[in-house]
């Protein structure tokens, strides 16, 4: 299988000049690696730096030691220090990220958010609409609420609006944080599904999933980061 | 892999005294891409945009723009003439007062049909025909065409000016705080607006705003101002989430989120 | 020693030899880059701004001793501007004066290009009270001068267009901007548009005076001068139903008279030579 991401001595420090300039170290010299059709968990105590190593994947955090390497249209291609022109490239063909809340904008239908990556890789209208549709539909989103902006939607609601922008397109690599917090038994279930099939579809999966019932069902491999250096891989058999 | 950039701006510097203006502002544009500078007021960010839509020459430092023809343009060194031309041809400036951008003494139409009118447009029914049809695609009502903006509220004075300069389809825009002083809910409708043309018509923009969560919502890139000098540059969520500079943090700490 | 022709105490044409040197300067410039305003020192002229001084400064730099001037106020050569104006250059420069179009070498209007076609060697004088055509929507003069010298005259297009949009025509009548040897967009004063065909390729040189603006600007002989339009709404002149009550004309521009206090109204020449030229023929005729 091969490498899609590979992270080499990977170390964030936070520094709050505001704050007297005191650091908050989160971990240091961290090496990981996700590979093609596998689904990783990093797992670990709250605070250890989950989603701060999976928003390093996402260029949305500025690593400040170490490197991150991801395949992008077949080469590994350094994420920190890159042209901004890269990673953007990169976000949009190769890294797809579902976060735990939606930015919902003002004024945007369920469709459109849900269509949208879809349509910034240059799909037509119609046929983005209709995929975003189907997922909307398989996440249980009633067809009545699709023209509405998801603003006031519930909190388990705007998650699965989330899923499925997330999944609308089939990412290379997928990163998920904790993107079944908030949903019940039987959407939870469509989650761990999709996951699942974007795996199969060859895509390297890197998650956080707080539910462990979840976790059992998609984890290839489980990361831990545990406090201080220790860090773990280990597949699950 | 990459396509070239649009705007190439090397080393830029126009100060007013010390502190006062922009120094050393360097970066690229690429076709598409939405630049937001922030910072906060006397920071330097409109100055930099007059530098960079050839209405100020700064001290020093070259700006270089890629043509529809595809030639590289040195802007300083353009005349005076080709330099409107680009201005009401491939741009577009957004004034944040729409007075400072519109003909305030004449109807909406005639404000739309201006640039095309500049550019030799010369049949009265294809000029109308246009601005009826910007008018509908920025939301106005066409009813509204031989009305005086002076008769049009703020947000709809705004939304005017956006169709006065996309009437060319330009591919860069240049827009100083385009919300700013509008009502929150005319200025989220402006917002999507915006946001929607920028998408549909694959336009470069460079905006300045103090507004971080306009930023958010259009800028891919963010450029960090203070004092006149760029603190930090970045994706715009990599800024905002994981601010490096002690301005950037105390800038993103400031912000109220209902 | 034959008595000087001119009021004693006074230069010939009334200003001084090294003013009217320089207003030729000036009118060397305008005649070389036609349409194009030249600033040039107004002086003071012995009557008010808006009676003319611009037109009589120009008159007076270039009227020599052999010239014959006609002097016209909305075509009529008996008005009170033009017979005072006339009778002033006839008093300093003692030149003959005509009000025959063809026997004139100097005419200067106000508001008028004659009927009868001008022919070489003629000189047309304008009288002008604002030069600047992009006046009506910028205000800075600044700003003119460089949409001036970059050619940026989008904004000559709102006009028409604004008037187009409001009364389904182009209403502007007089003052309707054209564009002078396929460059400079120039206001041909006051004029009724349907003198505007008459400027283009005039085989006479054309003169303006601003006397308040202090700008001269000229259309040399045989110059292409285009009236601004719309392929849609393409440049007219005014027709009138009615013919001239005097000399029954139908091709020359009317004024309305009123009769009498019952609103009965007639309509006659604005341009009293030629009424009075074609009535001369029609009697002949008889």
Not at chain 1, 50 to 64: D, E, F
Not at chain 1, 178 to 183: F, I, K, N
Not at chain 2, 113 to 132: F, Q, S
Not at chain 3, 49 to 62: D, E, F, N, P, R
Request: hydrophobic content about 35%.
């Amino acid at each position: 299988m091969q490498t899609m991401i590979e992270v080499e001595g990977l170390t964030k420090v936070f520094t709050l000049h505001n704050q007297g300039g005191i650091t908050l170290p989160v971990f240091s010299g961290i090496d990981f690696r996700a590979r093609q059709g596998e689904c990783t968990v990093l797992f670990g105590e709250s605070g250890s730096g989950k989603s701060t190593l999976l928003r390093s994947l996402y260029a949305n955090y500025l690593p400040s030691r170490g490197s991150i390497r991801v395949r992008h249209r077949g080469e590994m291609v350094e994420l920190t220090g890159a042209p901004s022109q890269t990673l953007l490239e990169i976000r949009r063909e190769t890294i797809g990220y579902v976060s735990q809340f939606l930015r919902v904008i003002p004024r945007v239908s369920t469709l459109d958010v849900v269509a949208q990556p879809l349509r910034e890789r240059g799909v037509d209208q119609v046929t983005a609409h209709q995929r975003a549709g189907e997922l909307l539909e398989r996440l249980h989103i009633p067809q009545r609420l699709w023209s509405l902006p998801p603003g006031t939607f519930s909190g388990g609601e705007q998650q699965r609006v989330n899923i499925a922008r997330g999944f609308i397109v089939d990412y290379p690599i997928l990163l998920l944080d904790e993107p079944t917090a908030s949903l019940d038994q039987r959407n939870a279930s469509i989650v761990v599904e999709l996951i699942r099939e974007a795996r199969q579809n060859g895509s390297a999966v890197v998650g956080i999933f707080h539910d462990a019932e979840v976790r059992n069902a998609v984890a290839d491999r489980i990361f831990e980061i545990a406090p201080g250096d220790k860090t773990q891989d280990k597949a699950v058999s | 892999m990459m396509t070239e950039p649009l705007l190439q701006v090397k080393e830029i510097t126009k100060l007013y005294a010390a502190n006062k203006g922009c120094a050393n502002v360097s970066f690229d544009l690429y076709p598409g891409e939405v630049l937001g500078i922030v910072g906060e007021s006397g920071s330097g960010k409109s100055t930099l945009l007059s530098c960079l839509s050839a209405r100020l020459a700064p001290d020093s430092g070259t700006i270089q723009y890629r043509n529809r023809a595809g030639e590289m343009l040195d802007l300083y060194g353009l005349s005076e003439s080709r330099q409107r031309q680009l201005q009401r041809t491939e741009w577009g400036i957004v004034h944040q007062h729409a007075r400072d951008g519109l003909r305030m003494g004449v109807s909406g139409g005639a404000n739309i049909g201006e640039r095309l009118m500049a550019t030799g447009e010369r049949h009265y029914g294809n000029l109308r025909a246009t601005a009826e049809q910007w008018m509908s695609d920025v939301e106005l009502d066409t009813d509204r065409i031989d009305d005086k903006p002076t008769t049009y509220s703020g947000g709809m004075q705004q939304r005017l000016q956006i169709a006065r300069n996309l009437v060319t389809h330009p591919r860069l825009v240049f827009m100083d705080e385009p919300t700013g002083g509008l009502d929150v809910s005319v200025q989220a409708r402006l917002l999507d607006l915006l946001r929607r043309l920028v998408t549909e018509l694959n336009l470069a923009v460079v905006i300045v705003t103090h507004d971080l969560a306009v930023a958010r919502l259009l800028a891919q890139r963010l450029i960090v101002m203070r004092r006149g000098e760029v603190v930090e540059t970045g994706l715009t969520d990599q800024v905002l989430d994981d601010p490096q500079h002690a301005y950037t943090q105390l800038l993103v700490s400031s912000v109220l989120t209902p | 020693m034959t008595s000087s022709p001119v009021r004693a105490g006074y230069n010939f044409a009334y200003l001084d030899e090294q003013t009217k040197r320089m207003i030729r300067r000036a009118l060397l410039k305008a005649v070389a880059i036609p349409g194009y305003q030249v600033p040039f020192g107004g002086r003071e002229m012995p009557m008010p701004y808006g009676w003319g001084t611009g037109g009589m400064q120009v008159t007076a730099a270039v009227i020599g001793h052999d010239d014959c001037l006609k002097v016209i106020d909305q075509g009529a050569d008996d008005t009170t501007n033009a017979v005072s104006i006339r009778s002033f250059f006839r008093d300093l420069t003692g030149v003959d004066t005509t009000e025959e179009t063809e026997a004139a070498t100097l005419i200067q209007t106000r508001h008028r290009i004659p009927e009868k076609p001008l022919h070489e060697g003629q000189i047309l004088i304008y009288q002008v009270p604002i030069p600047e055509p992009l006046r009506f929507i910028e205000p800075s003069e600044v700003e003119t001068r460089k949409m001036h010298a970059l050619e940026d005259y989008g904004v000559m297009h709102i006009k028409l267009y604004e008037d187009i949009a409001q009364f389904g025509h182009i209403a502007t009548a007089y003052a309707y901007p054209v564009q002078v040897n396929g460059r400079y967009v120039m206001d041909p004063s006051p004029i009724p548009k349907f003198d505007n065909p008459k400027m283009d390729n005039s085989p006479a040189l054309q003169l303006f005076g601003a006397g308040r603006e202090k700008r001269i600007y000229a259309i040399p002989p045989y110059t292409e001068v285009r009236s601004l339009d719309f392929e849609d709404h393409p440049f007219e002149v005014q027709r009138w139903e009615a013919s001239c009550a005097i000399c029954g004309s139908e091709s020359s521009f009317l004024d309305e008279v009123v009769m009498d206090d019952q609103g009965n109204h007639e309509f006659i020449c604005s341009d009293t030579d030629y009424c009075r030229t074609r009535l001369a023929q029609q009697e002949e005729r008889a």
